[in-house]
């Protein structure tokens, strides 16, 4: 089947307009992977409609009926793991590999939340009056409005959907239009996992014809995004001033290679950390500030091993790097390396791929950049592609000076082995994320994730515990007889 649908009220329809549009494999735009509903505001409100309706009965439900649809949708993920992997892959371009472990990672996601939703509970408070007793209890939103990227079309979204839906919100999730096949497959689950109809609803579209619709919307009380901050900023202008909003931004994350750290360690926290999901993760690694007394031995290191690196349709075993996921990411990837010319010098890498493996997809060699200024325009700005620039530094102090010197905040990770260089910098780095000697990347479900800075736009965390907050409000209760 290559023709997709809005999920709306519980029923698969076409788009008002009855217009699609195509999502083709960037790894070789030959290849169609599906048609999906081309929606526009009409969608939206009936969306928006549909999820207001199911609301009262679904947080009238007990907790731990809301928890078996999150735990039926999780065994549903699993049991198609593989289909949903591959799939994945063909329509965002990350290596199987990553697919799998992505998928995987979104059944947990749902079973952890399936969990901890069901104990998060209020307070009780000391009274100053014996006939009177006073708590505070926890009360979902409403509807609620999720926007996500192609980036990690499962997990990312999962961990907006779980944590809303188990503490009796109802949903309008809009996937990424270059990722819209994962999320037909989560509204798949969910569905599959008895949800009652209405209480996930799933529009797909371009930005453009559904975005205000939806983020403007009166009903919605809450909007959960990831994104680029161009994004972030709209949304942000766009909803009313009592609509709740959570927003993860983007990145520009350093890795600090001090002089007793482990080379060999570092090169590989630098190469995982910076060239994994081909530089699409929001926690890749973009900066490396290395000691100037370790540089030269650190690059010819990091040179030898990205040698090694195979780059190809993530469909093929052993893969390490997949192509760029859009053309749009392919072009300014590319249009950074340019800039990166005039302003560095390239150490290795950075060419556009051709050739049999490579010339129908948006394949680019990972580059590296040394003698990089923290000023320049490859060490401030986010990048999203396969791109390091190496910063000499002097020692710690200067480290850490050049590491938090950039707008963003959101992981931040250490090579040494140097017990008062850890303790220092987990003091002094203005990230949400900090890794001694592990790569930027990677967080786990039941930890909080969210940035320092122009990271994120609000205090509420994403992932753990924590992510229960945004989707509740505290009622606090005063009870005499
Ligand atoms: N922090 C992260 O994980 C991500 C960051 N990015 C950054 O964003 C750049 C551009 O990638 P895009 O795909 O264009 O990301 P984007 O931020 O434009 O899109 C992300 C999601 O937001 C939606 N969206 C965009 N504008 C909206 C609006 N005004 N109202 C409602 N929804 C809206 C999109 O349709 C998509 O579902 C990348 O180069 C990268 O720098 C992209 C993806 C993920
Ligand atoms: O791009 C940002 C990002 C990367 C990974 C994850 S998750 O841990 O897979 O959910 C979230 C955000």
């Known amino acids: 089947m290559t023709e997709y649908r809005n999920f709306i009220a519980g029923e698969w329809c076409a788009a008002a307009s009855g217009q699609s549009f195509e999502r083709r494999n960037p790894a070789d735009e030959r290849e169609l992977v599906g048609r999906f509903a081309a929606s526009d505001a009409r969608d939206v409100q009936a969306a928006i409609s549909s999820a207001s309706a199911a609301f009262p009965a679904w947080r009238a439900l007990a907790p731990a009926k809301r928890a078996q649809v999150l735990t039926r949708a999780a065994a549903w993920l699993d049991a198609h793991a593989a289909d949903l992997a591959r799939d994945l892959t063909r329509e965002m371009g990350k290596p199987l590999a990553l697919a799998q472990d992505e998928i995987a990672r979104t059944a947990q996601t749902f079973r952890f939340y399936a969990v901890e939703g069901q104990t998060h509970t209020g307070e ?71 949800a009652p109809a209405g209480v996930l609803n799933l529009v797909t579209g371009r930005a453009g014809d559904v975005g205000s619709a939806l983020t403007a919307a009166p009903e919605v009380r809450a909007v959960t995004f990831t994104g680029s901050t161009a994004a972030g900023e709209q949304i942000h202008r766009s909803v009313a001033f009592t609509t709740r909003t959570q927003m993860e931004l983007g990145g520009k994350n350093p890795l600090i290679v001090m002089e007793d750290a482990d080379l060999d360690q570092a090169v590989d926290l630098a190469v995982k950390g910076g060239f994994s999901l081909t530089g699409q993760a929001c926690t890749g690694t973009s900066r490396i500030l290395v000691v100037k007394q370790v540089r030269a031995a650190f690059v010819e290191k990091l040179l030898a091993r990205m040698a090694k690196l195979k780059i190809a349709n993530g469909l093929q075993a052993g893969v390490d790097l997949g192509p760029l996921a859009t053309r749009k990411q392919y072009e300014t990837v590319l249009r950074y390396l340019e800039i990166g010319k005039q302003e560095a010098k390239l150490a290795a890498g950075g060419r556009a791929l051709t050739g ?126």
């Open 124 to 194: 009780t408070f000391p009274s100053d009056d014996p006939d009177m007793v006073v708590y505070s209890q926890r009360e979902p939103l409403g509807v609620v409005a999720v926007i996500s990227p192609w980036n990690f079309p499962a997990s990312i979204p999962a961990r907006k959907i779980a944590p809303a839906l188990i503490t009796g919100n109802t949903v309008v999730f809009k996937p990424s239009s270059d990722a819209p096949l994962t999320g037909v497959h989560l509204a798949e689950a969910l569905a599959a996992g008895g």
């Open 356 to 481: 049999p493996d490579h010339e129908h997809g948006f394949f680019v060699e990972p580059a590296v950049f040394t003698d990089v200024s923290p000023h320049a325009r490859i060490a401030q700005e986010e990048i999203f592609g396969p791109v390091l620039a190496v910063i000499d530094v002097d020692g710690y102090q200067d480290a850490i000076a050049k590491a938090n010197d950039t707008p963003y905040g959101l992981s931040a990770a250490i090579a040494t082995r140097n017990p008062r260089y850890v303790h220092d910098f987990c003091r002094d780095i203005q990230s949400g994320t900090v890794k001694v000697n592990r790569t930027t990347t990677g967080n786990l479900t039941n930890a909080p994730f969210g940035g320092y800075k122009a990271s994120s736009s609000s205090g509420f965390r994403e992932s753990g515990r924590v992510g229960l907050d945004f989707f509740t409000q505290t009622k606090t209760v005063y009870r005499a007889f």
